[in-house]
C-alpha cells in the first residue's frame, strides 16, 4: 500500500486518508414526441465523477506545541489553496487506483483540536476534501 498523493503532493501524508469514488453516470438526452409511443434517448458519454476524501490531519514531531499548530495550520492552508487555484491532476489512492483528470472542488476541514502523543503536544482535525473528475477519464 503507498501513499495517497494529488498531482503528485501529498499535502496530507501527515494524517490519514480514505478516499472513495462515487457511481458513474450516463448523460442522457432525451426527447419524447407527442402521440407517438416512445422516445429518443441519445447516450452524450458519461458525466464527471465526483470522489470523496476523508481523514484525519494530525501534527506531533515537534516538542514544540507552538510550532505543531503553525505546521498543522500551513498543512491545512496549502490543501485550501489547491482549491483555489483549481489544479487539475491526478489523484492516486492508497491502493494505486488512479483517477486522472481531477480538480479539488472543495476542502473542509474540521475543528482543530489540542492533544498529546508520545510526550509532545500537538494538534489535529478531521478533513474532508471532495474532486470532480473530467469526463472521459475513468480510473486505472
Known amino acids: 500500500m503507498s501513499s495517497a498523493t494529488f498531482d503528485g503532493n501529498a499535502r496530507w501524508s501527515n494524517g490519514t486518508a480514505v478516499i472513495a469514488p462515487g457511481s458513474p453516470q450516463l448523460a442522457v438526452k432525451r426527447q419524447a414526441f407527442p402521440g407517438i409511443d416512445g422516445?429518443?434517448?441519445?447516450?452524450?458519454?458519461?458525466?464527471?465523477?465526483?470522489?470523496?476524501?476523508?481523514?484525519?490531519?494530525?501534527?506531533?514531531?515537534?516538542?514544540?506545541?507552538?510550532?505543531?499548530?503553525?505546521?498543522?495550520?500551513?498543512?491545512?492552508?496549502?490543501?485550501?489553496?489547491?482549491?483555489?487555484?483549481?489544479?487539475?491532476?491526478?489523484?492516486?489512492?492508497?491502493?494505486?487506483?488512479?483517477?486522472?483528470?481531477?480538480?479539488?472542488?472543495?476542502?473542509?476541514?474540521?475543528?482543530?483540536?489540542?492533544?498529546?502523543s508520545g510526550g509532545n503536544d500537538g494538534y489535529y482535525c478531521a478533513y474532508r476534501i471532495g474532486y470532480v473528475q473530467a469526463t472521459g477519464a475513468g480510473a486505472s
Do not use: H, W
Request: proline share 3%; with cysteine; aromatic share 8%.
Open 39 to 116: 422516445e429518443y434517448e441519445l447516450n452524450e458519454g458519461r458525466r464527471a465523477l465526483t470522489i470523496v476524501q476523508t481523514g484525519m490531519l494530525y501534527e506531533f514531531a515537534s516538542a514544540s506545541a507552538a510550532t505543531n499548530l503553525a505546521n498543522l495550520k500551513s498543512a491545512i492552508n496549502a490543501l485550501a489553496g489547491d482549491v483555489t487555484a483549481g489544479t487539475v491532476g491526478s489523484l492516486v489512492d492508497d491502493y494505486g487506483r488512479t483517477f486522472a483528470n481531477c480538480r479539488m472542488s472543495s476542502f473542509q476541514p474540521g475543528p482543530i483540536r489540542r492533544a498529546t
